[in-house]
């Protein structure tokens, strides 16, 4: 079997940052992550595509956006679509954060349409599960994974889920500093592959490329992208500070 994952570092800007902001940071991380040979990406909000577009022109650096909608077009006052990130050059799309499952009530069945969505215009979606801490307290960490990865991720094809990067974020360890241990982590991403595989193969699940998401800094980005089954991270507070996330980037 020939295994081809890389290394994936994504920041997810969530909702912070102006344009003016968004380019200045543009012109200190570029310079900073320009040998890497790691997957450099900046999730950034909708109004700062188009600069952090132009600004990642002639970098390494590609953009994503952080969440869309599965229509083409139409009557869904303030929705963005698939086609409209593709459009501007946009190549990758945040699917199913937990702010967005908790905040803006999506679902598995929501994610699973957007993921087809994205596939269908040649987005790259970022696909985000994960357990809540009474979840884990209660023992049930495997069996939501299981269902997140049942339901939002069926039927797509061999090469649509090979082309499909999952974060797992822990929903505990996203912005309180707290972060899964690196053996833990490691482990339950594991199990994530092997739910892969009973869906798709084996092939396919050792292709997938699977992040970690949770309070990730330069201080434990080493630990972390160094276990066998963590392809990289989904970088959220720390992804605002460019000297912090290219470190995190230039973890090896
Ligand atoms: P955090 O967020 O790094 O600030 O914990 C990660 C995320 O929500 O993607």
Redesign the pocket.
């Known amino acids: 079997m020939i295994i081809l994952r890389k290394k994936i570092i994504a920041g997810?800007w969530?909702m912070n940052k102006l344009p003016n902001e968004a380019i200045s940071f543009f012109e200190e991380l570029a310079p900073m992550v320009k040998n890497t040979e790691n997957e450099v990406i900046i999730c950034a909000p909708f109004t700062d595509l188009f600069y952090t577009l132009l600004s990642a022109q002639n970098t390494n650096i590609k953009i994503g956006a952080q969440n869309m909608h599965w229509e083409e077009k139409g009557a869904y006052t303030g929705e963005v679509s698939p086609q409209m990130l593709k459009a501007i050059g946009v190549e990758y799309v945040?699917i199913g954060?937990?702010?967005r499952r908790e905040y803006f009530a999506e679902t598995d069945e929501t994610v699973n349409k957007k993921l087809k969505a994205a596939h269908e215009v040649g987005l790259k979606p970022i696909i985000?599960i994960g357990e809540t801490l009474e979840q884990r307290e209660n023992g049930e960490t495997i069996q939501i994974l299981e269902k997140q990865i049942k339901f939002g991720l069926e039927g797509l094809t061999g090469e649509q889920i090979r082309n499909t990067i999952i974060?797992y974020?822990p929903i505990w360890?996203?912005?309180?500093g707290k972060t899964a241990t690196k053996e833990d982590a490691n482990e339950t991403i594991k199990s994530i592959r092997k739910e892969i595989a009973n869906m798709y193969g084996n092939d396919n699940a050792e292709n997938v490329e699977i992040l970690y998401?949770?309070?990730?800094?330069s201080s434990n980005s080493k630990d972390l992208f160094t276990m066998s089954d963590i392809d990289g991270g989904?970088?959220?507070?720390?992804?605002l500070d460019a000297e912090e996330f290219s470190k995190i980037v230039n973890y090896n």
């Open positions: 997810n969530k945040i954060h937990s702010e985000c974060a974020e360890a996203i912005g309180t998401g949770g309070s990730v800094k989904l970088v959220g507070g720390a992804s």
